[in-house]
């Protein structure tokens, strides 16, 4: 068995796309290996700044023998009278096999030649060097660039090229023009601690080669590294690291031989909110911050930094940074002095020198239009007078902090320094949070809002984007989404189901629509409808892959074009919630089984007659003297037993007290359609026929207070 080493040596890449690079790899070269029937025992994959790197174990030597069946033209066209025909001989010849061997075969579309071949086995190493320019120009990342004056792209220039099968170097290039990198097995060491070149006898030898050089190529054993420093360098100073995972992956991507520097700056600028620093600290330097404890907010006046240099020459890297981190530090303090000096409010005239979007005005403007959303939530959720009144205030104040000048300086931590200036403003604790939750999720595994005033703000913004946004007609498109309007609409249903908020969206969506509809000279009815199918999709998609819910019976509850299970999810997300949950529930334990049969076929029955689906109570309708089996009249005094635990379902949203009704005449269902007591449905008399579908479709209107029975598939 053979080893094969594959590096590709560049000029420093970004971190980003080498981390992308490397995920790329781990898809790409296993699947073309074994689209060219090359077994193998491993494919490691290494990364730093200057080289991507394959290692692949346990290689044949060359591919094994195969035989391959290809299908040819249709009989009649291959064959006249026996003979064969242009196309048999241009197919045979394709294939490199005579005529002779042509077979033909029937198939669902006819009589077709096909041959059968057998394919010797190509040299491995024959193969690697096709495949392996495809490897390395076929990765995806940001700005490409072009170097010297070829028409190659690649993230950087590309240097030096390892292709090493066994002992032996394939013969490779890369052409860029003038500049032409020929294949060898020769790399370089760290470029301060080993500027010397590395030669590579075998593959194997790679990670220990590059360990001698001062390069660790392995990302794991970075990432392991760099942990263990970091920390302990902390605990030197009585302290704790807050290893950030984004940071980690960005660090680990900046340097080939990591080690732990230990900087320090003045007492007084912990002064500054925490937040300011461990943005100056994390975001701007990639510096990992210090604190007292572990989960422990009160910092101390070191960082740590991860450097790629000379660990001898620690200290010389450590007052550099230093340097640039009391600057930075210095900043922010002034910005914060500054901003500090005016309360919060005083910020709002500003907001309308900014432009929130070209056709719908100043962030001031937005704010206005906030407020006015945040006042139907309120008014929805009949909230107390000073939770409605904290509800305006934060909603006013919420997007001030984006024209201070910390937060000019510093956008990430918008919402962060708007509760910081609030509590300086002195306004309540609850507008002061409201301003930083409204913000809340920030990502897809970031937390809620968890105060009222916090969640209705929220969703106020949110709710105002996406009317103004849509109204305007940029609805996202494919993974075109620049506005971020799904992450909106998933936002707003998550902090309603998180909350338990009774928000009918149904009825916000239309109201704030016909306001932007009268303002802008829009199509009411058109925006209602865009919007409602797209918070549609989001709830579906919540459904099946966060609340893990089976999808028939997400469509069950949703409804497949019903007008009725639609609106009724719109106008309650809540009971849509608990409907689906209840439903994967008395899946899982056995209960949905009991009813299906019944339900589902009375469903489907009751398509055929014409009773509305809100009927429930069989008085009036349903004619006892038409009954001709004693079924018939069990059926109907079931229905009428279920009348008050389906009322009570609907009340209390208690659909347990529902199931057991129905699982309890279930079996009255069953004998209405199977056994002696039987009866045919479709009689030809059309009172006993309508008055049996009344009784079908009584039974699944009551069904359907929980769910549509008949999108459900039996035993998923």
């Known amino acids: ?93 394709k294939q490199g096999v005579d005529v002779s061997a042509l077979e033909i075969r029937p198939t669902d579309k006819g009589d077709f030649v096909f041959v059968k071949k057998s394919i010797k086995g190509r040299s491995t190493g024959e193969i690697l060097t096709e495949v392996i320019p495809d490897w390395i120009f076929k990765l995806e990342g940001k700005r490409l660039m072009r170097w010297s004056d070829g028409d190659l792209k690649f993230s950087r220039p590309i240097r030096t090229l390892v292709a090493l099968l066994d002992d032996k170097v394939l013969p490779i290039e890369i052409d860029n023009n003038s500049e032409v990198v020929k294949s060898g097995n020769t790399s370089r060491g760290h470029r301060v601690l080993h500027p010397d070149d590395v030669t590579f006898s075998q593959p194997t030898d790679y990670l220990n080669s590059l360990n001698s050089a001062s390069v660790v190529a392995s990302v794991e054993t970075r990432v392991n590294t760099i942990t263990q420093q970091v920390q302990e360098a902390a605990k030197k100073h009585n302290g704790y690291a807050q290893i950030y995972p984004d940071l980690l992956e960005e660090v680990v991507n900046l340097v080939e031989y990591p080690s732990a520097v230990v900087g320090n700056f003045e007492p007084e600028f912990l002064e500054l909110p925490p937040e300011v620093i461990t943005t100056v600290m994390v975001s701007h330097q990639k510096y990992f911050p210090v604190f007292k404890a572990e989960n422990s907010q009160e910092l101390l006046p070191y960082f740590i930094t991860v450097s790629n240099g000379d660990p001898e020459k620690s200290d010389i890297i450590a007052k550099g940074n230093e340097r640039v981190i009391r600057a930075r530090l210095a900043d922010g303090r002034y910005f914060y002095e500054k901003d500090i000096k005016q309360s919060l409010e005083s910020f709002l005239p500003q907001l309308e020198t900014v432009t929130f979007q070209e056709d719908l005005g100043s962030l001031r403007q937005k704010v206005d239009r906030i407020c006015s959303v945040a006042d139907r939530i309120s008014k929805q959720l009949n909230l107390a007078p000073q939770q409605q009144e904290h509800i305006q205030r934060a909603a006013l104040l919420c997007k001030a902090d984006l024209v201070s000048s910390m937060v000019y300086e510093f956008p990430e931590l918008q919402g962060i320094m708007g509760q910081k200036y609030a509590v300086k403003s002195n306004e309540p604790e609850a507008v002061a949070d409201a301003i930083f939750e409204h913000y809340l999720p920030r990502g897809a595994d970031d937390i809620l809002p968890q105060t009222i005033t916090g969640r209705v703000v929220a969703i106020a913004d949110r709710i105002d984007t996406l009317v103004s946004i849509f109204g305007l007609g940029m609805i996202p498109t494919g993974s075109s989404d620049p506005f971020a309007l799904r992450r909106a609409a998933t936002a707003i249903v998550n902090i309603t189901w998180d909350g338990d908020l009774s928000i009918n969206l149904q009825q916000l969506l239309a109201e704030t629509a016909a306001e932007f509809a009268n303002t802008h000279n829009k199509d009411k009815a058109k925006l209602v409808a865009s919007l409602e199918d797209f918070f549609l999709q989001r709830i579906r998609t919540l459904l099946q892959e966060e609340k893990h819910i089976d999808y028939d019976l997400v469509n069950a509850v949703l409804g497949e074009n019903d007008p009725e299970y639609t609106e009724r999810a719109l106008q309650d997300l809540l009971d849509v919630r608990d409907r689906a949950l209840f439903l994967q529930e008395i899946r899982n334990n056995g209960t949905l089984d009991k009813i299906y049969e019944t339900v589902n076929r009375s469903t489907r029955l009751a398509a055929q007659g014409d009773l509305d689906t809100q009927q429930l109570d069989p008085s009036n309708l349903v004619q006892p003297d038409l009954f001709q089996k004693s079924s018939e009249e069990s059926f109907y005094h079931a ?46 008399n059309p009172d006993i026929k309508r008055n049996r579908l009344y009784l079908l479709g009584l039974l699944r209107n009551h069904a359907r207070v929980l769910a549509d029975f008949g999108a459900i598939v039996k035993n998923l």
């Open 1 to 93: 068995m053979a080893n094969f080493l594959l590096e590709v040596g560049t000029e420093e890449l970004p971190a980003s796309f080498l981390s992308g690079a490397i995920a790329q790899w781990k898809q790409l070269i296993p699947q073309s290996l074994k689209e060219n029937f090359l077994d193998n025992d491993a494919v490691e994959i290494y990364g730093t700044p200057r080289r991507l790197a394959v290692l692949i174990k346990g290689l044949p030597q060359q591919q094994a023998d195969r035989e391959e069946e290809v299908k040819g033209p249709p009989a009649k066209a291959a064959f006249k009278d026996g003979t064969p025909t242009k196309a048999a001989e241009g197919f045979a010849n």
């Open 639 to 684: 229905v009428v037993s279920l009348i008050p635990q389906t009322q009570a379902a609907q009340q209390q949203r208690n659909y347990q007290q529902l199931i057991a009704g129905l699982t309890e005449i279930a079996p009255t269902v069953s004998t209405f359609f199977d056994g002696p007591e039987s009866v045919l449905v479709m009689d030809d």
